[in-house]
């Protein structure tokens, strides 16, 4: 199957919408991002974007490549100021990552700004897609750790349009507490149904958060059936 990778806001962005949920709180997600491009005027884009200058926010490149924290590219708990001064000293510049144990050189063009959300625990999840249907991947200690977590990942698996709906995820979660095992599984289930309706063939959230009663994505690695 051919796939397309896209950007960490574009997959945020029709995350918010498929989970807009009016009547469960607990399952959506507002999708306040913003993308930064050389082409940006950053002098407007707080009269756009309010809460950029109201609240503390992440910043990172989003540019199709993972392990931003370990390469030191991630920016938290900033204000505006601190955001805009990191993205400036960074934009169009040459910069080496190291991706598998491989330099990778290139310039930083795009850069991702969106609300610091405080927590306490990190959770994994992650949906890919094989010949004979979805597998979903769940672990409650997610993280840039997660390779060195693999032990905890739990599996389940769905057949071609097959939907999770009814089923019981208390395998997936195992002895995740009791309290959030409901909001845990139909976060999963709704994410499995957005995989399917937005045709998705990877989508990874590591790590989602739980933060006053609602799930939310802290960061997002996805690819798109490149045919849909």
Same mark, same amino acid.
């Given at each position: 199957?051919a796939?397309?990778?896209?950007?960490?806001?574009d997959?945020k962005?029709?995350l918010?919408k498929?989970?807009?949920?009016?009547?469960?709180k607990a399952l959506?997600?507002n999708?306040?991002?913003?993308?930064?491009?050389? +082409?940006?005027?950053?002098?407007r884009? $707080? %009269?756009?974007c309010?809460?950029?200058?109201e609240?503390?926010l992440? &910043? #990172?490149?989003?540019q199709?490549?993972?392990?931003?924290?370990?390469?030191?590219?991630l920016?938290?708990?900033a204000d505006?100021?601190?955001?805009?001064?990191?993205?400036?000293?960074?934009?169009n510049k040459p910069?080496?990552?190291?991706?598998?144990n491989?330099?990778?050189?290139g310039?930083?063009?795009?850069f991702?700004?969106?609300?610091?959300?405080?927590h306490?625990?990190?959770?994994?999840?992650?949906?890919?897609?094989e010949?004979? +249907?979805d597998?979903?991947h769940f672990s $409650? %200690?997610?993280?840039?750790?997660?390779?060195?977590?693999?032990?905890? &990942? #739990?599996?389940?698996?769905?057949p071609?349009m097959?939907?999770?709906a009814?089923?019981?995820?208390?395998?997936?979660?195992?002895?995740?507490?009791?309290?959030?095992?409901?909001?845990?599984?139909?976060?999963?289930?709704?994410?499995h149904?957005?995989?399917v309706?937005?045709?998705y063939?990877?989508?990874?959230?590591n790590?989602?958060a739980?933060?006053?009663?609602?799930?939310?994505?802290?960061?997002?690695?996805?690819?798109?059936?490149?045919?849909?």
């Amino acid at each position: 199957m051919a796939q397309k990778g896209i950007r960490e806001y574009d997959a945020k962005r029709m995350l918010a919408k498929a989970l807009a949920s009016p009547d469960d709180k607990a399952l959506s997600y507002n999708g306040r991002v913003v993308l930064v491009s050389p +082409g940006t005027d950053m002098q407007r884009l $707080p %009269q756009d974007c309010g809460w950029l200058t109201e609240s503390k926010l992440v &910043v #990172k490149p989003d540019q199709l490549f993972g392990k931003r924290g370990k390469n030191n590219l991630l920016l938290l708990d900033a204000d505006w100021n601190s955001a805009r001064k990191w993205i400036d000293e960074r934009m169009n510049k040459p910069t080496t990552i190291v991706q598998n144990n491989v330099e990778i050189a290139g310039e930083l063009t795009h850069f991702l700004i969106e609300p610091f959300i405080p927590h306490e625990k990190e959770y994994y999840v992650a949906i890919t897609t094989e010949r004979e +249907g979805d597998v979903i991947h769940f672990s $409650p %200690q997610g993280g840039i750790d997660i390779e060195s977590q693999w032990h905890t &990942v #739990k599996q389940l698996r769905a057949p071609v349009m097959g939907d999770i709906a009814d089923e019981d995820l208390a395998a997936v979660l195992g002895d995740e507490d009791d309290n959030l095992r409901p909001l845990l599984a139909g976060f999963i289930k709704r994410l499995h149904r957005f995989f399917v309706d937005y045709h998705y063939t990877y989508l990874e959230l590591n790590p989602f958060a739980v933060k006053d009663g609602a799930a939310i994505p802290l960061d997002c690695v996805a690819r798109v059936d490149d045919t849909a």
